[in-house]
């Protein structure tokens, strides 16, 4: 008698109940993939253990299709109808070799058939059969498929959409082709990199665009009459009272991505043509593949500070800048730059954006009055030696954190500033006294996100030196500086940038600035001090990537300001 699945489980050190065996033996047969990903989804068995224990009795390798690269050359050998019917997605072209991933890569009939269909040698690996479905959706939506989506919808449906009264075009909300639609635009929006997606009505049609690098680009138009159960079952999903139409609404969902879901947050108020939405797509749920600090594009002259500082014992650690500027990011980094099993992290966050291992994480609750001071309190009795506090945003959290880094804990905040030298003078009009900030205090770190050029279409110019005397002190030298930019291709769909880069400003506080901030001293006399110490505004580090080939002038014009060099005297 052959191996079971729970034996060889056992055989890996991986324990399995009774309970969650006989329940996955409930709906698959013993010794079937069925089962294995019955344990999958059940989280009693962890997805890497499975498909590796599975791969090894096929004999087949296995690959994530939403975790590798997959070429257009590869998608276009198969119509996505195919794909759907035989629940496989092409991978990759290799000279006359098409790679497909398949729940059942020894299914030698429909290896036959793909061959016949694709004019190619099919090499079968295997992938989990919700890994396909998931995959075959997220990469054949294009522009040009949900394009057609909608034209289709409007052109069947747009007889009875224009005899529909608004309280019946918002029931359609469940009807199977507008989920289609909804799925398809959120699908299209993970693929091309999108934070935010925003749905506008206007006077005549509804506008959809995608916030993608920082930058909003419209994609669609949809009709008027589409707008309402769109929104319907955008609310639907999202646990929102669909008959409300006058006050603002905010939400959350998720969708699956294989073994995992994709997040999303969303925002709808009211304006003068209807409700206007915007989902933020948030991170993957259980990601746990952070980006370390040195992986950032920090430079140098900030890193090394930066990494000594958030070895400190105690004292306070902010990251400063506007709603998606990357604060999150960089602070998961700092934490997992520090976390050991000899160190006690805690974290206090609004929303919990990834979980970490090893962290203790706890989000607040407005609606039970679970606030951010009421979890730091709380806090400081279960024995912390790092806290993250998501936001400081009133006075008695900022007082509790403030005392907490003077009693023996290191404790990460974000404010929303301008720079990092107002953060100080921050804290002191919420109500801290001088004297409890200028000794808390560590470090203030500061940074925005631009549009980094994209690598496919980067090009090198001289700029006119008018230009450059904007930005640089000497252009009368013989040798100025080439920039960059990119001239648009269809890897960056035509906008010249793909992916973002970070310009940082980093102020340690030094006893010099320690003895302005108890005197209350102005952020001017501040940021003389900090430049004394080797500080350098956001936009000296904008430039300094700008020459490297990262970004345009035209980035940085956007996203930091100008900051004259302060007289020392």
Not at 247 to 273: C, H, K, M, N, T
Not at 502 to 522: C, K, P, Q, V
């Amino acid at each position: 008698m052959s191996i079971t699945i729970r034996e060889e489980l056992e055989a890996r050190h991986v324990l399995i109940s009774n309970e969650a065996y006989s329940l996955a033996l409930a709906s698959a047969k013993e010794n079937s993939l069925d089962l294995l990903e019955s344990l999958i989804e059940s989280e009693a068995v962890p997805k890497d253990v499975a498909c590796h224990l599975w791969s090894n009795r096929l004999g087949r390798a296995y690959v994530n299709p939403l975790s590798t690269i997959i070429s257009n050359e590869a998608i276009a050998s198969l119509p996505i109808e195919i794909a759907r019917k035989g629940n496989v997605m092409p991978l990759y072209v290799v000279e006359d070799g098409l790679t497909v991933a398949m729940p059942d890569p020894d299914d030698e009939v429909l290896v036959r058939r793909l061959a016949a269909i694709s004019g190619k040698q099919i090499s079968p690996v295997f992938c989990l059969s919700n890994e396909v479905r998931d995959a075959i959706e997220l990469h054949y939506s294009t522009d040009q498929s949900v394009q057609e989506l909608i034209a289709q919808l409007e052109r069947s449906q747009g007889t009875i959409l224009a005899k529909l009264n608004p309280e019946d075009l918002e029931g359609m909300g469940g009807s199977e082709s507008i989920i289609g639609l909804c799925n398809a635009i959120l699908y299209l929006a993970i693929k091309e990199r999108a934070s935010d997606i925003h749905i506008e009505p206007l006077e005549s049609h509804t506008n959809i665009r995608f916030r993608v690098d920082g930058r909003l680009q419209e994609v669609f138009q949809i009709a008027s009459a589409l707008h309402a159960p769109l929104n319907s079952r955008i609310k639907i999903v999202s646990d929102l009272n669909i008959s409300e139409s006058r006050f603002p609404q905010d939400g959350r969902f998720s969708i699956p991505l294989g073994a995992e879901s994709v997040s999303f947050r969303v925002s709808v108020i009211p304006s003068i043509y209807g409700e206007k939405i915007v989902l933020r797509i948030l991170a993957l749920t259980g990601k746990k593949d952070f980006q370390s600090l040195d992986q950032m594009f920090i430079s140098q002259t900030i890193l090394e500070p930066f990494k000594e500082v958030i070895r400190s014992p105690n004292g306070m650690v902010f990251v400063t800048g506007p709603t998606g500027s990357g604060k999150s990011t960089t602070l998961y980094a700092a934490l997992h730059e520090i976390n050991t099993p000899d160190v006690n992290i805690c974290t206090i966050e609004d929303p919990i954006e990834a979980r970490m291992d090893g962290v203790i994480q706890s989000q607040v609750n407005a609606k039970i009055d679970l606030n951010f001071s009421t979890l730091l309190r709380s806090l400081l009795r279960q024995d912390p030696d790092v806290m993250l506090v998501g936001e400081i945003r009133d006075f008695e959290t900022a007082k509790i954190a403030t005392e907490a880094a003077l009693t023996g804990h290191l404790v990460f905040s974000t404010l929303h500033t301008n720079n990092a030298i107002q953060a100080v003078v921050r804290l002191i009009e919420l109500g801290i006294e001088p004297y409890m900030v200028a000794p808390s205090i560590l470090a203030v770190m500061a940074q925005r996100l631009a549009a980094r050029i994209c690598v496919n279409c980067k090009q090198a110019y001289m700029p006119e030196r008018d230009v450059l005397g904007r930005y640089f002190n000497d252009c009368e030298s013989a040798h100025l500086p080439f920039l960059y930019h990119g001239v648009g291709c269809g890897h960056c769909r035509q906008t010249g940038y793909f992916g973002r880069i970070a310009f940082h400003e980093l102020a340690l506080i030094t006893e010099e600035m320690r003895t302005l901030i108890s005197a209350n001293s102005s952020d001017h006399q501040l940021g003389v001090a900090a430049r004394r110490a080797g500080y350098r505004p956001l936009r000296y580090d904008a430039l300094k990537k700008a020459l490297l080939g990262f970004t345009t002038l035209e980035e940085i014009e956007s996203k930091t300001a100008t900051e004259w060099i302060l007289d020392e005297n």
